[in-house]
């Protein structure tokens, strides 16, 4: 149960692009469709963004999106807002009924 | 209104034992796998355990397993922790979550409590 591994820190400019990665092994992101985002603000718990890799929650803007390829999940936020600045973390099914999270990645909207 | 509330937290003693709730309310509780996400201070989240509907199927973390266990009350809409010879390393914001499924299989959480802190130390 080893922790997939997230970049510390991205930023972006309101409007740009940006696109955090999420990267596993065979066993758990390479293995399954399972993959989900959360959005965390400070003193507030996590939020779902995205689940089964590629699904939003009714209520998530469609300026988020997810990907896979391969051993590595990406999560993209597109026309970035300063609401958006938060810390996100990515989770994966990692088989026998168990969950890999990653270490997390602080957002900044410059 | 979907909600959890967790309880059962507080100060503990290395070596003793703490028991966490949660009660859920506002949907169909038997329907979903349930989760314990835990953070430790100033870190990230730590998925510690997760039972599924019907308990048939519970998963812990290497870090807990053997101390900690699951369990949940349908009668009561109530999911449990129990947690055994407590470490320092087990200090942390403990989450009740549930899941979008109803196994273990988790297809992502979708509800979280705001949590119950929990500080081990002498």
């Known amino acids: 149960q080893s922790a997939l591994t997230q970049p510390a820190s991205v930023s972006g400019s309101p409007g740009q692009s940006i696109t955090i990665s999420c990267t596993g092994t065979?066993?758990?992101?390479?293995?399954?469709?399972?993959v989900s985002w959360y959005q965390q603000h400070p003193g507030k718990a996590p939020k779902l963004m995205i689940h089964?890799?590629?699904r939003r929650p009714s209520g998530v803007s469609d300026r988020f999106s997810g990907s896979k390829s391969g051993n590595t999940a990406s999560l993209t936020i597109s026309g970035l807002q300063a609401e958006d600045e938060a810390r996100y973390y990515c989770?994966?099914?990692?088989?026998?009924?168990?969950?890999?999270f990653g270490g997390g990645t602080n957002l900044t909207v410059l | 209104e979907v909600q959890l509330v967790e309880s059962g937290g507080g100060l503990v003693q290395p070596g003793r034992s703490l028991r966490l709730s949660c009660a859920a309310s506002?949907?169909?509780?038997?329907?979903?796998?349930m989760h314990w996400v835990r953070q430790a201070p100033g870190k990230g989240l730590e998925w510690v355990s997760g039972?599924?509907?019907?308990?048939?199927?519970?998963a812990y973390a290497d870090s807990v397993k053997g101390r900690f266990t699951i369990s949940r009350d349908s009668a009561k809409n109530s999911l449990s922790l129990q947690m055994n010879s407590l470490r320092a390393e087990d200090t942390a914001l403990y989450y009740c979550?549930?899941?979008?499924?109803?196994?273990?299989?988790?297809?992502?959480?979708?509800?979280w409590g705001q949590g119950t802190t929990v500080t081990v130390s002498s």
């Open positions: 039972i599924s509907w019907n308990s048939g199927s519970i």
């Open positions: 065979s066993s758990d992101v390479g293995s399954y469709e399972l």
């Open positions: 506002g949907f169909t509780f038997d329907d979903y796998a």
């Open positions: 979550v549930k899941d979008r499924n109803y196994d273990t299989l988790t297809y992502g959480m979708d509800v």
């Open positions: 989770s994966s099914y990692a088989g026998r009924g168990t969950l890999v």
């Open positions: 089964e890799g590629t």
